[in-house]
């Protein structure tokens, strides 16, 4: 299993530029979430979805949009990138929303000038 | 507001002893508290959960504790190794944000030889 896949690694964008970074999980789990993480600061939710369709805003949801079309995939789209949003982005998944443990991907380091 | 602490100065400790995390939290009644590893570049592993109802739970080295009257968990690494090093995060959620796990900064870990 490859558990959940983050792609791309790395990504420089332009302040304005939109952009898409992409989750997949293969464990067949109800719940996932985006996380930004940036220096001192803890991991701070943007938005999950607790089931294909299902989507909810976390703590810090504005200038991105998500949508779970299916099971496997939760992609997160930056609308038009803002230097602010430079930060790792993990996206992670477990089989429910509660008092399950999360799996994490391996993150996207995104920069944006 | 909601404030999940972790001490953010790296804790320094010689191969063989015990080192001690703590995560302190403010207006938070929390269901479950979750300890995640993180190495440099790669995304958090989870390591143990707890829940608000169990005083101590143990997982190898590891043992975690659970006081709701002091708000507050303790996270132990017994005969500490330098493969230990790494940075160690408290997460916290509650019954009334299921799906929204909230993470502290992390404490930074360094075990030498």
């Known amino acids: 299993n490859a558990g959940v896949t983050q792609t791309p690694k790395f990504q420089v964008l332009k302040t304005g530029q939109s952009m898409t970074l992409q989750c997949a999980q293969d464990?067949?789990?109800?719940?996932m979430s985006w996380y930004r993480q940036d220096p001192g600061m803890g991991l701070r939710l943007i938005h999950y979805?607790?089931?294909?369709?299902?989507?909810d805003q976390g703590e810090v949801p504005n200038g991105y949009n998500v949508s779970r079309s299916t099971t496997e995939d939760f992609p997160l789209r930056l609308l038009s990138a803002a230097p602010s949003q430079t930060s790792v982005y993990f996206c992670?998944?477990?089989?429910?929303?509660?008092?399950?443990?999360?799996?994490f991907g391996s993150g996207t380091q995104l920069s944006v000038l | 507001s909601q404030k999940i602490e972790q001490n953010s100065e790296a804790l320094n400790i010689q191969e063989g002893k015990t080192a001690t995390l703590t995560c302190n939290y403010t207006?938070?009644?929390?269901?479950?508290l979750q300890w995640y590893r993180q190495d440099p570049g790669r995304g958090p592993v989870f390591l143990l959960l707890?829940?608000?109802?169990?005083k101590e739970k143990r997982k190898e080295r590891l043992k975690v504790t659970f006081d709701t009257t002091l708000k507050q968990s303790l996270f132990h690494i017994t005969a500490s190794q330098p493969a230990d090093s790494a940075t160690y995060l408290c997460?916290?959620?509650?019954?009334?944000?299921?799906?929204?796990?909230?993470f502290g900064a992390g404490t930074q870990v360094v075990v030498t030889p």
């Open positions: 992670a998944s477990s089989y429910s929303p509660n008092g399950e443990k999360l799996f």
């Open positions: 464990m067949n789990h109800e719940y």
């Open positions: 979805s607790v089931g294909a369709g299902i989507t």
């Open positions: 207006n938070y009644s929390p269901a479950y």
């Open positions: 707890i829940r608000e109802n169990e």
């Open positions: 997460a916290l959620e509650t019954t009334d944000s299921w799906g929204k796990l909230q």
